[in-house]
């Protein structure tokens, strides 16, 4: 009886020496484990791995057929000669809005109704004689005496009379042609003031020629012919270059090279030995 205790505490230590055995084994066997992952994971970490091929080039966008073509049209055509060095459109280059539409035609009734009206004006004023008062006051008399007859007589006939607009002009109206005419005016002054101190004679050439066109116009027709003709051209010239703009500049542009030779040599011969006035204006 007193062995058995002694063989159950001999058995236990050699069972945890086994038991010890077997854990040193797993962990040995785990170490190596980790030793050749680690081993392969440095060695796959050391080496040379494959660059990745290059990427191909992107592909340029290149633009089509019809916008190189239409991008080829549009610089040309920037770089075509326009009449009086014009950048715009005519219907711009005319102030655009409504009146500009008048002189293009693009309403044909109101165009032609205009032109109609200003025909039958001169032919009223010039061909048969009739003086501007005169019709004036010919028209207020019968349009008075229409609506006097009318506002009378509805009251017999049991109709409503006639409903006469109250006509105001506007003070904003009448203030801002006031300083349009104004600047306009100003600025023709300070054009004639350079041209009188002979600074520009390339100007003065020009405004000399005007100034002798219209002495001649005025020679042969009177002040309402002359308007009349201004207002024809208005109506005649813009739409008919509209219509045929590319040939006209084509023929303008020879022109203008030719009239800026013959200028060179007018400036050569004459133009160079005119004495012309101080660069500044002397301050008193």
Same mark, same amino acid.
């Given at each position: 009886? $007193?062995?058995?205790?002694?063989a159950e505490g001999g058995a236990s230590?050699?069972?945890?020496?086994?038991?010890?055995?077997?854990?040193?084994?797993?962990?040995?066997?785990?170490g190596k484990g980790d030793s050749s992952?680690?081993?392969?994971?440095?060695?796959?970490?050391?080496?040379?791995?494959?660059?990745?091929?290059?990427?191909?080039?992107?592909?340029?966008?290149?633009?089509?057929?019809?916008?190189?073509?239409?991008?080829? $049209?549009?610089?040309?055509?920037?770089?075509?000669?326009?009449?009086?060095?014009?950048?715009?459109?005519?219907?711009?280059?005319?102030? @655009?809005?409504?009146?500009?539409? *008048?002189?293009?035609?693009? %309403?044909?009734?109101?165009?032609?109704?205009?032109?109609?009206?200003?025909?039958?004006?001169?032919?009223?004023?010039?061909?048969? @004689?009739?003086?501007?008062?005169?019709?004036?006051?010919?028209?207020?008399?019968?349009?008075?005496?229409?609506?006097?007859?009318?506002?009378?007589?509805?009251?017999?006939?049991?109709?409503?009379?006639?409903? #006469?607009?109250? *006509? #105001?002009?506007?003070?904003?109206?009448?203030?801002?042609?006031? !300083?349009?005419?104004? +600047?306009?005016?100003?600025?023709?002054?300070? %054009?004639?003031?350079?041209?009188?101190?002979?600074?520009?004679?390339?100007?003065?050439?020009?405004?000399? $020629?005007?100034?002798? !066109?219209?002495s001649v116009l005025g020679s042969c027709?009177?002040?309402?012919?002359?308007? +009349?003709?201004?207002?024809?051209?208005?109506?005649?010239?813009?739409?008919? +270059?509209?219509?045929?703009?590319?040939? #006209?500049?084509?023929?303008?542009?020879?022109?203008?090279?030719?009239?800026?030779?013959? +200028?060179? *040599?007018?400036?050569?011969?004459?133009?160079?030995?005119?004495?012309?006035?101080?660069?500044?204006?002397?301050?008193?």
């Amino acid at each position: 009886m $007193a062995e058995q205790p002694h063989a159950e505490g001999g058995a236990s230590p050699k069972h945890e020496t086994l038991m010890e055995k077997i854990a040193d084994k797993l962990h040995v066997g785990s170490g190596k484990g980790d030793s050749s992952s680690s081993s392969s994971d440095s060695d796959n970490d050391e080496r040379p791995r494959p660059s990745a091929p290059p990427a191909p080039p992107a592909a340029e966008v290149k633009p089509s057929f019809s916008e190189s073509a239409a991008t080829a $049209a549009a610089e040309a055509k920037a770089n075509v000669f326009r009449l009086f060095g014009r950048e715009q459109p005519i219907h711009k280059a005319l102030g @655009g809005g409504k009146p500009a539409d *008048v002189f293009l035609w693009r %309403n044909k009734n109101i165009s032609a109704g205009v032109l109609g009206g200003a025909t039958a004006i001169w032919i009223l004023f010039e061909l048969l @004689g009739y003086h501007l008062l005169t019709f004036v006051c010919h028209g207020l008399i019968f349009s008075l005496g229409v609506l006097f007859l009318w506002s009378n007589a509805s009251s017999f006939v049991n109709k409503s009379p006639p409903r #006469i607009p109250e *006509v #105001i002009i506007p003070e904003d109206l009448v203030v801002n042609i006031a !300083l349009s005419t104004r +600047y306009e005016i100003n600025r023709a002054f300070a %054009n004639l003031r350079q041209i009188a101190l002979g600074r520009d004679i390339k100007k003065f050439l020009m405004v000399i $020629a005007g100034l002798w !066109l219209l002495s001649v116009l005025g020679s042969c027709c009177n002040f309402l012919t002359l308007v +009349y003709i201004v207002f024809v051209v208005l109506h005649t010239v813009p739409v008919l +270059y509209e219509k045929y703009e590319d040939q #006209i500049d084509s023929y303008g542009e020879k022109g203008w090279v030719e009239i800026k030779k013959q +200028y060179t *040599v007018f400036d050569e011969k004459v133009l160079s030995k005119v004495p012309r006035g101080p660069a500044k204006d002397k301050k008193h």
